[in-house]
């Protein structure tokens, strides 16, 4: 198998309201890496909410909340509470590290960690939904004047959020299936408006 990409993200909280968001990829082809960097989102994202199980609610309707036409401006008011921060490794004891290769055949391998919550999950229901609202915001302003990519990005989250009964064996398709749908709706809008 032929490997298209290969990115990872960690998202650390030395504190409660201290999130470090340290991302890297390698695209085989640079044009399609807006691409993988939503799909690598919607695979968090989708994770996320597996994890949360019953309690899966309040991100879910953060995500289905989302302005997909001002996704950055209403992503920076969400986390205004927080101070989120690049960084070149994540050190601290709680937080998430998620990994995501895919390759030419379509096909695709995620990986995901929750690490410091104990069996029980503790804190979990902060964590969680925060690391997914901080990423949010966190990639869309890697890319600040690229519309199409804040679109596809808000789409791809509003998406997810409006997803239910999203189940672990739902893992491999679901955010493949979406990811599409978000880009094929930016992409047929604009074509609609050029047209």
């Known amino acids: 198998m032929t490997v298209t990409f290969v990115g990872s993200i960690s998202i650390g909280f030395p504190s409660p309201n201290l999130v470090t968001v340290a991302a890297g990829g390698i695209s085989r082809n640079p044009d399609l890496r807006p691409l993988h960097e939503t799909l690598l989102f919607a695979y968090y994202a989708t994770q996320q909410i ?23 401006n209403q992503a920076r008011e969400r986390v205004a509470h927080l101070d989120v921060r690049s960084e070149h490794e994540t050190t601290a004891e709680i937080g998430f590290i998620a990994n995501l290769t895919t390759y030419e055949e ?26 997914t609202s901080a990423l949010l915001y966190w990639l869309l302003q890697q890319r600040p004047e690229d519309y199409e990519f804040h679109e596809a990005l808000g789409t791809l989250a509003w998406l997810i959020g409006t997803t239910k009964g999203i189940r672990s064996k739902d893992m491999v398709a679901i955010p493949i299936q979406l990811t599409g749908a978000a880009w094929q709706a930016v992409r047929g809008a604009g074509a609609d408006e050029s047209g």
């Open 50 to 72: 597996v994890s949360l199980e019953k309690h899966a609610g309040p991100l879910s309707s953060f995500l289905e909340g989302t302005n997909i036409t001002d996704s950055l």
């Open 106 to 131: 379509q096909k695709s391998s995620f990986g995901f960690e929750a690490r410091g919550f104990g069996r029980r999950g503790k804190g979990l229901g902060y964590y969680a939904p925060t690391s």
